[in-house]
């Protein structure tokens, strides 16, 4: 009986580590998962991105057609915590046609420069030189962050 009862607890310990295995193939998996969130217009750029845990800013593509013309363009943290926490990360200096922002971070970087915090979110702007005259498209990849 006490045999039975140990091989028992192995076997259910064995499979839990299988299982814990498991959950954490997947739990890297999505790590690894970019979402690409996107906009397009022709004025001015104030968007917004974010996913609905902590997550990693992984690229910020933007290509402008058009009238010649450029501008600041800005990344920075929108805080759920409030403007007093509302953080600039990065600058393209002048963007715009022939001028396309093209920004990369290291997504495998652990813990990311880039993590985002739930509840925050992503802000990009832009103001548009020639507005009705340029048009852009935008496109954010978000990856979860452990």
Excluded at 27 to 43: F, I, P, Q, W, Y
Excluded at 108 to 117: H, K, V
Aim: charged share 20%.
């Amino acid at each position: 009986m006490t045999t039975d009862i140990a091989t028992l607890i192995q076997a259910a310990q064995e499979e839990l580590d299988r299982q814990v295995a498991e959950l954490s193939e997947q739990e890297a998996r999505l790590l690894r998962t970019v979402t690409a969130k996107t906009a397009t217009g022709n004025g001015s750029i104030a968007h917004t991105f974010k996913l609905d845990r902590r997550f990693r800013l992984v690229y910020v593509r933007c290509h402008f057609t058009g009238s010649l013309g450029s501008a600041a363009f800005r990344i920075s943290v929108s805080s759920a915590g409030g403007s007093a926490y509302n953080t600039v990360l990065a600058t393209v200096a002048a963007a715009g046609v022939n001028a396309d922002v093209n920004q990369r971070m290291d997504a495998l970087a652990e813990p990311s420069p880039w993590t985002i915090c739930k509840g925050d979110a992503m802000r990009l702007d832009w103001v548009n030189p020639s507005p009705g005259l340029i048009t852009w498209g935008l496109e954010v990849g978000l990856a979860p962050a452990s």
